[in-house]
């Protein structure tokens, strides 16, 4: 691939016209990255990078069916959700095959934020409640609603505005380094599990006690920039049993971890336990291999209310032909190349080889993965777990320098991630 401008000239470039404040890896020394096939990247001088974060690329990079069925739809039209479209209920109703029976509205959107967003939206109109609830150090998004709730967002700004008074943070039940953890009382999963869920009970019954009222909880199935956390089993069903019962409706964000990504079943959801029915699924980053397109799922009599007050849903390009196809081919592929199994298959073999590292490295305090959602947490200490901040990043280096990519997550940044 010939280069409009060099290495250099780029970087020098996006230095004049591209605030510094957008995300930028390796910032000592990007990378121009011209091509991607498959699990690899390869820059401009033709190295060849493994991608082991690239959520997008969910079924490798440039997929050539999923390609050229963007290419198709692109010729034959790129309308909007205004006229009907096959692509459109194709989508929705592969979709539903994956989803509890009662999640069948689905509103497309273009990114992850906008399905957060619009939950809000609902869930304001049809409990006619104001709050929320988020875990700490949860991302969901980067438009003024999400970064509010996002402490994950909110603890890396060196003057952080006062958290909005709508929105209260839960402790996440981190069985690692979380407010309770394992090692110091010898607590097992169920007890932290007990313990984490009475937090939500105390935090709302405190919350309701000065008169607020909650709209809905956000929850990232498996909490991803926090640090690749899994909670204890029992946990989303018990606190979402709880929240519902108070009419308090649930996100189940699977923005990072959907699309078979946890490798034993299709949603990271479903991965706990049976019987957890969210009141609202939020999709995107893998759903269309890099072509924009997300989505949220919700229950019928809450997009009623919707309708019932006049609202009417448009978005510009959520939902257009292209994008559907984009996503539907994306859904074809995980079935017919049997990618969901591959994620459990080659993620249980990881952890398994992990876990064999963990053995002999006292650095490696702690590994945990679902499929192909993997955390490896440094630490300097076993037993009173100080974060090795600067040993994570010196690895991460080491590994880029050895052409594998990799990231870098957590509140105190000492989790390498895989998310393949
Ligand atoms: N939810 C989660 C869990 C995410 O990780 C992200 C993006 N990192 C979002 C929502 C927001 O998605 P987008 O960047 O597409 O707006």
Redesign the pocket.
């Given at each position: 691939i010939k280069e409009f401008y060099t290495r250099d000239k780029t970087l020098q470039l996006r230095g004049t016209y591209i605030p510094n404040c957008t995300e930028l890896f390796y910032r000592h020394s990007p990378l121009k990255i011209v091509r991607g096939q498959g699990t690899y990247m390869y820059d401009q001088l033709g190295n060849k990078y493994l991608d082991c974060i690239n959520n997008v690329a969910h079924v490798g990079h440039c997929h050539p069916y999923v390609n050229k069925q963007i290419y198709r739809q692109m010729g034959a039209c790129a309308t909007n959700n205004r006229y009907l479209h096959d692509n459109t209920v194709v989508l929705a109703e592969k979709l539903s095959k994956t989803l509890p029976k009662s999640l069948q509205q689905i509103f497309y959107t273009?990114?992850?934020?906008?399905?957060?967003d619009l939950a809000i939206r609902l869930a304001r109109r049809f409990t006619g409640n104001y709050d929320i609830l988020a875990l700490d150090n949860?991302?969901?998004?980067?438009?003024s609603t999400?970064v509010e709730l996002s402490t994950y967002e909110y603890k890396k700004m060196k003057n952080p505005t006062k958290m909005p008074e709508h929105v209260h943070v839960i402790p996440t039940p981190d069985i690692y380094r979380g407010k309770y953890r394992d090692i110091d009382y010898n607590y097992d999963e169920a007890k932290l599990c007990e313990l984490y869920v009475d937090e939500v009970r105390r935090i709302v019954e405190e919350t309701e006690s000065r008169g607020r009222r909650i709209a809905l909880m956000f929850f990232?199935t498996l909490q991803?920039?926090g640090g690749q956390i899994i909670y204890p089993n029992g946990y989303l069903k018990q606190t979402f049993d709880y929240l519902q019962s108070k009419g308090i409706l649930c996100v189940a964000?699977?923005?990072?971890?959907g699309f078979g990504r946890s490798g034993s079943h299709f949603w990271a959801y479903d991965s706990y336990e049976e019987g957890i029915i969210p009141d609202f699924v939020?999709l995107?980053?893998s759903m269309g291999n890099g072509f924009?397109v997300?989505a949220l799922v919700t229950r019928k009599d809450i997009t009623q209310k919707f309708e019932s007050d006049g609202i009417e849903y448009f978005n510009t390009y959520g939902g257009n032909p292209v994008s559907c196809r984009a996503a539907i081919a994306l859904l074809d592929v995980i079935e017919n190349e049997h990618l969901q199994e591959n994620a459990h298959k080659v993620g249980v073999y990881f952890l398994t080889k992990l876990k064999e590292l963990q053995k002999q490295h006292d650095i490696i305090g702690d590994v945990r993965g679902r499929g192909l959602f993997l955390g490896i947490e440094l630490v300097r200490d076993r037993k009173t777990r100080e974060p090795a901040t600067i040993e994570t990043r010196e690895i991460q280096l080491l590994l880029r320098e050895n052409f594998i990519i990799i990231s870098t997550d957590g509140p105190d940044h000492n989790v390498l991630k895989f998310k393949s």
């Open positions: 273009n990114s992850g934020s906008e399905a957060n949860a991302y969901h998004g980067h438009i999400l990232e991803s920039c964000d699977e923005v990072q971890t939020t995107g980053k924009p997300a």
